[in-house]
C-alpha cells in the first residue's frame, strides 16, 4: 500500500514538473524570439504637403480655419499658411459686410461649416466684424498625428527696383520684416539669411524658398546663380499670374532650374538647388481656369514622421519631389541607376524624361534682345547642353543608368491624364523629382 502511493506520488510529481518544464521553455522560447527577431521600426513614408497659401489674414478670400479643412479633407497631409509679411498670430478682426471679402457667401460657409460658438463677432464703429482664428486656436482642431499638421509661415514680400522678389519661410517663430539689399541678388541673399539667423537663435529647423520667379518678371537666372543660400525654389506655382512657362522672351521656370545647376555644379562649385511644387493659393470660392486655387501643386515629403522637424530635414536632404497629380511609390538611387516607380492609374500613360547637363558642357551665353537689337534684362540664351533631354523612358517603372559624366540627372514624369484645375489650359499632371549628382 505504502509502495504504491509512492509509485502514483512520484508519477504525479513527475508529471507536474514536465509541466513546468514545458512552461519555462515555452517563456524562454518566446522571450529568445522576442530578443532575436526585434519588430522592424516603421521607416520613413511620403507625406503630401503645401508650403504656400494665402488667406484673409492677408490678401486671400477665405477663413485660415476653412482653408485648413480643406487641404485635410482632400488628403494633405501638412500645410503652411504663409501670409505676405506676417504670421497668423495676434488679435485680428475682419469686416463682414456684404461686399467684403470675408462675409457674405464666405461667412455663411464658414458658420454653417463650424458652427456658431466657433465664430466670435463683435461690433466696430458701427461695422460687424469676425476674429480670425490663429495657429495656437487652430491646432486643436486640425493637428492629428500621422495625419495632419499645420506648420507657420510667412511669405517675405520685398522688391528691388521694379523687380518684385518674395521668399517664403517655413517654421518661423516669429516675423521677418523685409531687408533691403543693393541689388535683386543680395535682396534675396540678405532675407535668406534672416531666416537662418532667425533658426540659429531659436534652435529651430527652419528652410526658406525663392517663390514664382517669373512673377512680374522679377528674377532672372543670373539673379540666383551666385546667392550661395539659394537651396530650394518653385519650379512650379500654381497662382494663374506667375508666367511659370515663360514666353518668347522670358525663359521658363524649368529652363531657369537647369541654368542654376549647371552654372552652379559645373562652373562655380556651389550647391545644388531643389524645386518645389506649390499652390499659391488665394481663391477657394470659384474654381477654374484663371483662379487662384488650391490643389495644383504640391510636395511629397519622404520622412520618418509627421513633424516639421522631421519634414525640412528631409527636404533638405532632397528627400522630396514636386507634383502636380503625379504619384511616386519610391525614388531610389544607388552608384550606377536612378529607377522611379509610378503609381500607376488606369487608362493613364506615362513619358518621363530624364533630364541631364554633362560634364565639359559650355556655360557661355549670349543676351537676348528686342527687335530693335536693345538687350533685354532677361535671363540670357545658354545652349542645348544645358538642361538636355538624355533619356525618355515610357510606362511605370522609368529608370536611367548614369554614365559618370552628368553633373546631375532629373526626372519628369509626364502623366496623359489632364489635370481637373489645370494653371494652364491644356495641363497634364506631371512630377518632378529632385537632380542628384552621380
Known amino acids: ?173 516669429e516675423v521677418i520684416q523685409p531687408t533691403d539689399g543693393d541689388s535683386v541678388s543680395e535682396t534675396i541673399r540678405v532675407n535668406y539669411r534672416a531666416v537662418a539667423e532667425q533658426s540659429k537663435k531659436k534652435a529651430t529647423r527652419m528652410i526658406a524658398f525663392v517663390n514664382h520667379p517669373n512673377f512680374g518678371w522679377g528674377l532672372r537666372a543670373e539673379d540666383m546663380v551666385m546667392t550661395d543660400e539659394l537651396k530650394f525654389f518653385e519650379v512650379f506655382n500654381g497662382h494663374s499670374g506667375v508666367r511659370n512657362y515663360g514666353d518668347e522672351t522670358h525663359a521658363g521656370t524649368e529652363r531657369v532650374w537647369d541654368i542654376l545647376l549647371a552654372l552652379r555644379l559645373g562652373k562655380h562649385r556651389l550647391n545644388i538647388v531643389y524645386g518645389l511644387g506649390t499652390d499659391d493659393a488665394h481663391a477657394y470660392h470659384q474654381f477654374g481656369l484663371g483662379k487662384t486655387n488650391p490643389g495644383r501643386g504640391w510636395v511629397m515629403v519622404r520622412a520618418k514622421s509627421l513633424d516639421a522637424d522631421s519634414i525640412l530635414r528631409a527636404m533638405d536632404a532632397g528627400d522630396f519631389y514636386a507634383s502636380s497629380g503625379v504619384t511616386l511609390d519610391d525614388v531610389k538611387r544607388d552608384a550606377k541607376t536612378l529607377r522611379l516607380t509610378i503609381r500607376a492609374e488606369a487608362g493613364v500613360t506615362y513619358s518621363t524624361q530624364f533630364i541631364a547637363t554633362m560634364r565639359g558642357a559650355r556655360f557661355d551665353s549670349e543676351p537676348r534682345r528686342d527687335k530693335e537689337g536693345k538687350e533685354l534684362n532677361v535671363t540670357r540664351i545658354y545652349g542645348d547642353e544645358i538642361g538636355k533631354i538624355v533619356s525618355v523612358v515610357d510606362g511605370a517603372a522609368p529608370s536611367y543608368t548614369f554614365t559618370g559624366q552628368e553633373l546631375y540627372v532629373r526626372a519628369k514624369v509626364i502623366s496623359s491624364r489632364p489635370h481637373p484645375n489645370p494653371y494652364a489650359k491644356g495641363d497634364v499632371e506631371v512630377a518632378w523629382t529632385q537632380p542628384l549628382q552621380p
Open 1 to 173: 500500500m505504502i509502495t504504491g502511493m509512492s509509485h502514483s506520488i512520484r508519477k504525479l510529481v513527475a508529471a507536474v514538473a514536465a509541466i513546468v518544464v514545458l512552461a519555462i521553455t515555452l517563456v524562454l522560447g518566446h522571450n529568445r524570439a522576442a530578443s532575436d527577431e526585434p519588430p522592424a521600426p516603421a521607416g520613413p513614408r511620403w507625406w503630401k504637403g503645401n508650403l504656400h497659401t494665402h488667406s484673409l489674414w492677408s490678401d486671400g478670400d477665405d477663413y485660415p480655419d476653412m482653408i485648413a479643412d480643406w487641404y485635410k479633407s482632400h488628403g494633405y497631409h501638412f500645410l503652411a499658411l504663409t501670409e505676405h509679411n506676417r504670421l497668423a498670430v495676434g488679435e485680428r478682426w475682419v469686416d463682414v459686410g456684404d461686399k467684403t471679402k470675408a462675409g457674405g457667401a464666405a461667412l455663411e460657409k464658414y458658420a454653417k461649416r463650424f458652427g456658431p460658438s466657433w465664430v466670435e463677432r463683435r461690433e466696430a464703429m458701427g461695422k460687424p466684424q469676425v476674429r480670425l482664428k490663429t495657429l495656437v486656436d487652430m491646432r486643436p482642431k486640425f493637428d492629428e498625428e500621422d495625419r495632419f499638421l499645420l506648420v507657420p509661415g510667412e511669405e517675405i514680400t520685398h522688391r528691388y527696383a521694379k523687380a518684385p522678389v518674395h521668399l517664403n519661410a517655413i517654421n518661423l517663430r
